[in-house]
């Protein structure tokens, strides 16, 4: 049977086409997942490990999805929530090394500049000119080096959500091993991804400003009158929030698409993708 998930390999467009195509097909039983994950942020520390763990899920069943072995949802979800805590440690591991990275990169550049900034000469315009180039090299660096850590890490999630016996410290470990050869390619595709969904991003907070606006003109005009003031500011917030809510649990389930097609991919090329996992998926 033909995989109609079937792209080239870490092929930009392919790569996107079938992460949407994988999303589109399965549009609300990955949105109600992602919704109900963004709701679990509310709850500290434990709706954490939920959130990372259903995020986990979505990204597994995409996986099962591309390699033509489906698996239902529950099962899916039973799974990655005996791992919750993982996805959580995992995710902290995984800030904490970006975070180190930032500040890697921050000192390394300031030392670079205050060296440079030595040698020129402030009341020649040519040098002011250098340095300024100079500075925006130096953004440019600053940035492809944050967004290649990034990539290098990016499939850690959907690894721990599939391979078994797998580790927080593993996956990361992995991710990194395995994506050797694919960050620039990663990078490109995390560009893509983002700019794909940035109109959905501009939407939600258009809809959430002019929502605002409205809402608090009606609590004004009539509910005001109706309620006390503090409850009809709660019902503006709740609105609010339910909005910046549904709009998350749009993206969310896109990019753990790509992340499962991208992983699909490497470990393909590399001949493994098969007895990745001992709970095989069972077939719809």
Not at 187 to 192: A, E, L
Not at 206 to 218: K, N, P, S, V, Y
Request: aromatic letters at 12%.
């Amino acid at each position: 049977m033909t995989n109609k998930y079937a792209h080239k390999s870490l092929n930009l467009g392919d790569v996107i086409s079938a992460g949407f195509r994988i999303y589109r097909d399965h549009f609300k039983q990955y949105f109600t997942m992602a919704l109900v994950a963004w709701l679990w942020l509310i709850v500290p520390v434990y709706g954490w490990a939920k959130f990372a763990a259903t995020s986990g899920a979505i990204a597994r069943l995409a996986f099962f999805e591309v390699s033509e072995r489906p698996e239902p949802g529950a099962d899916a979800k039973r799974y990655t929530d005996k791992r919750k805590w993982s996805f959580l440690g995992q995710s902290i591991l995984v800030l904490l090394i970006l975070i180190g990275a930032f500040i890697g990169l921050s000192i390394a550049l300031g030392i670079a500049g205050f060296l440079v900034s030595m040698l020129l000469n402030p009341e020649n315009w040519v040098s002011l000119l250098l340095g300024f180039l100079l500075g925006v090299v130096a953004f440019v660096i600053f940035y492809i080096g944050l967004m290649w850590i990034s990539a290098r890490l990016y499939i850690c999630d959907v690894i721990l959500a599939v391979e078994n016996p797998m580790t927080a410290t593993g996956a990361i470990s992995k991710s990194w091993k395995i994506t050797q050869e694919s960050a620039f390619k990663i990078i490109w595709i995390m560009i893509v991804a983002g700019l794909a969904t940035f109109p959905v991003s501009i939407g939600g907070q258009l809809i959430m400003a002019i929502r605002g606006q409205l809402i608090m003109a009606i609590s004004r005009a009539v509910i005001s009158s109706i309620l006390p003031y503090d409850l009809a500011a709660l019902i503006n917030f709740l609105i609010i929030f339910a909005v910046a809510i549904a709009m998350s649990a749009l993206t969310l389930p896109f990019f753990q698409a790509i992340t499962a097609v991208i992983y699909y991919d490497i470990i393909s090329r590399n001949g493994k993708k098969q007895n990745l996992v001992t709970d095989s998926p069972k077939s719809r």
